[in-house]
């Protein structure tokens, strides 16, 4: 509400200040044309009894303050969906081909998912273990998961635990393992470890590891660069998604981007045909 507030008292000032521009214009145009003296600089009478004309009819006619705020909102979001355009693609071999970053499913897979997450974010909890069943579903589907710890010390022991997991090739069944667990002490990531018979000494040494921490910290910067606010948020293709999505609707997501492909190649074979 205060920022509303604040651009609206913005957008009047400035609507003040142009149309009592375009008044000084006219009225300095006006003088020149009876007399090839130098035009005064209007007098502060004058000035005030403008910005009052203009402030009386901007408070008579909210609306125009409406539509003004709505062009201001789009303007800055086509702005900020061009700045996360570009830093996607200026970023991509970042997102796609970061060695750190576990990917489960069809590791040559013709469409990707990528998801930021936080292994304590409800909605991941709620949604991420879909991406299971799609894995399951779709043999051409690839998954990279960025972890995304931004919601406190247990979310940071949680990321590289299951990064330090990954190490012994058991990523995917820890990372769903953390997604049900109610904390991160000891004996929690322990029991987690035995259960699917990981070397826990090695996988404690592993998580203190600073390579971990700095895949982390990639993975933060990299989120910043292209929009991310939090968790959970996807991309496909070309197509952010962020906040949750069910399987059904990402699946459908999925699809068209395997569509977009399709003809993109089919495309490319004609052209290379003539």
């Known amino acids: 509400m205060k920022l509303l507030i604040i651009k609206r008292s913005f957008i009047i000032n ?29 007098s502060k009478s004058e000035k005030e009894a403008i910005e009052n004309i203009v ?18 909102q789009d303007q800055e979001e086509k702005e900020r969906q061009q700045s996360m355009a570009n830093n996607m693609k200026e970023l991509k071999s970042e997102i796609y081909l970061d060695a750190d970053s576990p990917v489960v499913g069809n590791a ?28 399951a579903n779709d043999a051409s589907l690839r998954v990279i998961y960025k972890e995304l710890p931004i919601m406190g010390p247990q979310s940071q022991v949680a990321a590289r635990a299951a990064l330090a997991a990954e190490r012994q090739g058991k990523y995917a069944e820890f990372h769903h393992a953390l997604l049900e667990a109610e904390g991160t002490d000891d004996a929690i990531i322990k029991g987690i470890s035995d259960k699917l ?41 070309d197509q952010f998604i ?13 699809a068209a981007e395997r569509a977009k492909l399709a003809e993109a190649k089919n495309l490319k074979v004609k052209a290379e045909t003539k």
């Open 14 to 42: 400035l609507a003040i200040m142009m149309l009592f521009g375009i008044f000084q214009i006219q009225a300095q145009s006006t003088k020149m044309v009876k007399t090839s003296a130098k035009t005064p600089a209007i």
């Open 55 to 72: 402030r009386d009819y901007l408070l008579k006619n909210p609306a125009i303050i409406r539509e003004a705020l709505i062009a201001l």
């Open 108 to 135: 040559n897979g013709d469409v990707t998912i990528v998801v930021f997450f936080d292994y304590f974010c409800g909605y991941c909890r709620k949604t991420l273990p879909e991406l299971k069943t799609m894995l």
């Open 197 to 237: 018979g990981l070397d826990y000494q090695t996988l404690k040494k592993d998580m203190d590891e600073t390579k971990l921490n700095e895949s982390i910290e990639r993975n933060l910067r990299l989120a910043t660069a292209i929009g991310v606010n939090g968790t959970p948020a996807y991309l496909v293709g």
């Open 242 to 254: 962020p906040g949750a999505i069910d399987a059904v609707a990402l699946t459908k997501v999925v």
